[in-house]
């Protein structure tokens, strides 16, 4: 029973613990306070981990991590604002693409599939431009699995006095987060990536006195924070209902997370699963897209051989029958797949993946040391 269907090895959802998702067996009154008392607990308790309980307000939004990000956006954003967006995959063009629907300015640097941002370029930008009032950067670009330079980015954005929120959403919870030493305006993530929670909410943590500014700036009622925010200081109660067995789940999942060692023990863990993951492919043949100081412990990207006989879609069609879902590739230059090293996952996890990922190069007859020649 407490053996997963299969390991999900994807940015979130991701797999759970048994007793994560026992905690979601209660049924909870949204206006009760037993219920009221778990949101609060989650609030301060991701202040806590974040370093933040004095400078940051924790504000839950219903509904996947996309919608923090949107209603982050839209209540930080007043009419006065631009945004320049660091944009290195699909989670930045996603950014942009919320200021497109929300009619926020803003201007971009994109620096393509898989390379970092570079901090002076962004000094550069916000010199050129004072029209620029906040920068947006994503933490772990997902897409690549890139580990983006956040604290020297927020150094230059703090230098130059603009704000910054960081789409922290894979990263939070496995990479360390100090309000104190790394100045950030928001951060956002959400319950089902590294706390590894069940999907159901997203949450900001959002600079207390620029929240306090900042009612009347959003463009939609279910998702001003500000509205939320003040709402819930003044009732304990979410706005609208909350997604209650989520919420508990989540209050389970935070406990598991300090029981591990916190933000260092899952750090570690996730390390040591990359590591593996990434000897392991190699030994096989695999190449990884990026270079190993751009390697995240979150999810790692590999190119697809070249071999004719490597099908995605076979290839995990035949590892989901051997208990593993792994996650497409989400580049534009090249064919590629990513294996996630987050969730319940840990060594004999990843053996087992290993040795299920040989079984089927040979059943599907790919021969990877064709691919070694080309690219050497
Ligand atoms: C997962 C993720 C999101 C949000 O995705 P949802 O599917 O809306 O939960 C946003 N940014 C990053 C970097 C992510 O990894």
């Not at 309980?53 to 930080?76: D, I, R």
């Not at 660091?86 to 009619?103: E, P, S």
């Not at 209902?241 to 916190?262: C, I, K, L, N």
């Not at 035949?318 to 996952?345: A, H, N, W």
């Amino acid at each position: 029973m407490n053996q997963p269907k299969y390991y999900l090895l994807t940015p979130g959802p991701i797999t759970t613990t048994y007793t994560v998702k026992e905690a979601m067996l209660t049924d909870w009154g949204s206006w009760d306070d037993d219920f009221n008392q778990v949101t609060q607990s989650i609030r301060s308790g991701l202040l806590k981990v974040a370093n933040a309980e004095t400078s940051h307000v924790c504000v839950p939004l219903q509904g996947s991590g996309t919608f923090a990000v949107e209603a982050t956006l839209g209540t930080l954003l007043g009419p006065n604002d631009k945004l320049l967006v660091l944009m290195n995959g699909a989670y930045g063009q996603r950014i942009a693409k919320i200021c497109d629907y929300l009619k926020r300015p803003y201007s971009i640097i994109d620096t393509g599939d898989y390379l970092p941002p570079d901090p002076e370029a962004v000094r550069k930008a916000l010199q050129d431009d004072p029209a620029i009032t906040t920068v947006a950067l994503v933490h772990c670009e997902t897409s690549s699995g890139i580990l983006n330079p956040v604290e020297a980015v927020a150094g230059v954005v703090k230098e130059m006095g603009r704000k910054l929120i960081i789409d922290s959403m894979s990263a939070f919870g496995a990479l360390p987060v100090n309000a104190e030493e790394l100045p950030f305006d928001a951060l956002i993530s959400s319950a089902n990536k590294c706390f590894e929670g069940v999907p159901g909410f997203g949450f900001s943590l959002i600079r207390r006195d620029l929240l306090e500014n900042c009612k009347g700036n959003a463009h939609s009622l279910s998702m001003d924070l500000y509205d939320q925010w003040a709402y819930m200081e003044k009732t304990g109660q979410w706005r609208y209902t909350p997604p209650t067995h989520t919420v508990a789940a989540f209050a389970q999942a935070m406990r598991e997370h300090a029981a591990e060692g916190g933000t260092q023990g899952r750090l570690a863990r996730y390390t040591r699963n990359r590591d593996q993951l990434v000897a392991g492919m190699r030994k096989l043949g695999f190449k990884t897209l990026l270079e190993d100081i751009w390697l995240s412990p979150i999810i790692v990207t590999f190119i697809s051989p070249d071999d004719p006989a490597f099908e995605f879609k076979r290839f995990y069609a035949e590892l989901k029958k051997r208990g593993f879902v792994i996650y497409p590739g989400k580049l534009t230059q090249m064919d590629s797949f990513r294996i996630g090293c987050i969730g319940q996952i840990d060594t004999p996890e990843v053996s087992r993946l290993l040795s299920a990922i040989q079984e089927v190069l040979s059943v599907m007859q790919v021969n990877l040391s064709i691919m070694e020649e080309t690219l050497s």
